[in-house]
C-alpha cells in the first residue's frame, strides 16, 4: 500500500518570504511524486512532478519541490511567496512500476492550507 | 476542450435516489480516472478508463457505485440509492497515452461535481 503524510494542516507566511510544503511518503518500490493546487470553486491544478532524474524540480508559478530518497520527502519550495499563492495544495504518489489492479491511482495527502499575509 | 469538464457541478438530491455525474475528458486523452473527495481530505481514487474498458475498478466503495465510458471519451459515474454518506465532491480527471507511459503521466483533473444527499 502506499500513503502519503502533509504533516502541517495550515502554513502560515508572510508575503515576500520563503515558503516550504511539507510532503513525505510511502510506497512499495520507487515513486513518483506529484503537488497539485485547490484554488477556491476551481478543480486541481498540476504544479510539478518528480519521474527521474535530478532531485529538484521545478514547475508552474515559481514552485519547486526536492525529492529525498534517504528522508521519503517531497517539499514544495518557493523562493518568495505572493498573496495569490494562498490556496489549497496536495502532494501525491503512484508507484514506479506496474503491480496490479491499482497501479494508476494517484494517492493524495490530506493537503495543506497555505494563507500568504500581506 | 481545453480541460476537464463535469456537470452538473452542483448535484442535491434526496436518500434513495440515483443520480448521474458525467466527465467529458481533454480531447484525445485516452485514460480516464473517477476520484471521490470528502471535507478536509485528499481525493481518493474509485475507479480507471483505459479508452472504453474499465481496467481497475478497485476504489468503488460498494455495488451501488458504477462507471461506464461506452465511446472512449465521455464517462459517467452513477450511483444507485444514494445515502448521505455519499455527499462529496466526485472529480475527474483525465491523461494522455495509452500503454507505455500512464505511469508517469500528469492526470488533469475537472473542476468536480459537489454531490448533496439530503
Known amino acids: 500500500a502506499q500513503s502519503v503524510a502533509q504533516p502541517e494542516d495550515q502554513v502560515n507566511v508572510a508575503e515576500g518570504n520563503p515558503l516550504t510544503v511539507k510532503c513525505t511518503y510511502s510506497v512499495s518500490g520507487n515513486p513518483y511524486l506529484f503537488w497539485y493546487v485547490q484554488y477556491p470553486n476551481r478543480g486541481l491544478q498540476f504544479l510539478l512532478k518528480y519521474i527521474t532524474g535530478d532531485n529538484l524540480v521545478k514547475g508552474s508559478y515559481g514552485f519547486e519541490a526536492e525529492f529525498n530518497k534517504s528522508q521519503t520527502s517531497f517539499h514544495l519550495k518557493k523562493p518568495s511567496a505572493l498573496v495569490s499563492d494562498s490556496a489549497l495544495y496536495f502532494c501525491?504518489?503512484?508507484?514506479?512500476?506496474?503491480?496490479?489492479?491499482?497501479?494508476?491511482?494517484?494517492?493524495f495527502g490530506k493537503g495543506t492550507k497555505l494563507s500568504v499575509i500581506p | 476542450g481545453a480541460g476537464v469538464s463535469q456537470s452538473p457541478r452542483y448535484k442535491v438530491t434526496k436518500r434513495g435516489q440515483d443520480v448521474a455525474l458525467r466527465c467529458d475528458p481533454i480531447?484525445?486523452?485516452?485514460?480516464l480516472y473517477w476520484y471521490r473527495q470528502a471535507l478536509g481530505q485528499g481525493p481518493e481514487f474509485l475507479t480507471y478508463f483505459n479508452y472504453e474498458a474499465q481496467q481497475d475498478k478497485s476504489g468503488l466503495p460498494n455495488d451501488r457505485f458504477s462507471a461506464e465510458r461506452p465511446e472512449g471519451s465521455i464517462s459517467t459515474l452513477t450511483i444507485q440509492r444514494t445515502e448521505q454518506r455519499d455527499s462529496a465532491m466526485y472529480r475527474c480527471?483525465?491523461?494522455?497515452?495509452?500503454?507505455?507511459?500512464?505511469?508517469?503521466?500528469?492526470?488533469?483533473f475537472g473542476p468536480g461535481t459537489r454531490l448533496t444527499v439530503l
Open positions: 501525491a504518489v503512484r508507484v514506479n512500476a506496474y503491480s496490479g489492479a491499482g497501479s494508476y491511482q494517484l494517492t
Open positions: 480531447s484525445g486523452h485516452v485514460s
Open positions: 480527471a483525465s491523461s494522455s497515452t495509452g500503454t507505455s507511459g500512464r505511469l508517469t503521466d500528469t492526470q488533469y
